[in-house]
């Protein structure tokens, strides 16, 4: 058998490729926000089913962070109808004001958002600006993420391959089990 630390394998992962849990979730309610860069499409598979989010970093005012954020369609066609918007329109990145995301029923797919746009422009502060510098690039961020992907096994062994490597490691054959 082969041991394996599951937490130390994802720590040093995160370390090494500046990915984690770090990311930004929506809650339920408000979630104030300042989109920092362009998004990059970015397609994963869950449970079989292959999704594309667009990915982004923006800041995340409940813990004062730059953090990615896997958009879903629903938000970048909201922040693309406020960019089209005359009093709300950009064209340049980081966004010149903060938006809001409310969220009904997060964390479920029936979840619905509504996108607020902040009522006055407000530049970065200078530690927002250092954070998201350090940070790098959102395009060196999915690399990183793709990278990652690479190095994690695409299955698990299944429960036959699992009992031919127990009985292998034991020495035994089928025959030789007491019933």
Request: charged share 30%; glycine share 6%; hydrophobic share 35%.
């Amino acid at each position: 058998m082969t041991k394996f630390n599951f937490g130390e394998a994802m720590e040093k992962a995160e370390k090494d490729f500046g990915l984690g849990g770090d990311y930004f979730k929506v809650k339920d309610g408000d979630n104030r926000i300042r989109l920092l860069t362009p998004f990059v499409p970015h397609q994963s598979e869950f449970k079989g089913q292959v999704n594309v989010k667009f990915v982004a970093y923006i800041w995340d005012y409940r813990d004062n962070k730059v953090k990615p954020y896997f958009m879903p369609r629903t938000i970048v066609d909201e922040i693309a109808a406020l960019q089209n918007n005359p009093e709300y329109t950009f064209d340049e990145l980081p966004m010149p004001y903060d938006i809001t995301i409310n969220a009904k029923g997060a964390g479920t797919k029936e979840v619905k958002y509504s996108v607020m746009a902040a009522r006055a422009n407000t530049p970065l502060t200078a530690e927002q600006k250092k954070v998201l510098e350090e940070k790098g690039t959102i395009d060196e961020y999915i690399q990183a993420l793709e990278e990652s992907k690479k190095n994690v096994p695409a299955e698990a062994p299944s429960q036959e391959q699992q009992e031919e490597t127990i009985e292998d490691v034991l020495g035994i054959d089928e025959e030789s089990v007491p019933l």
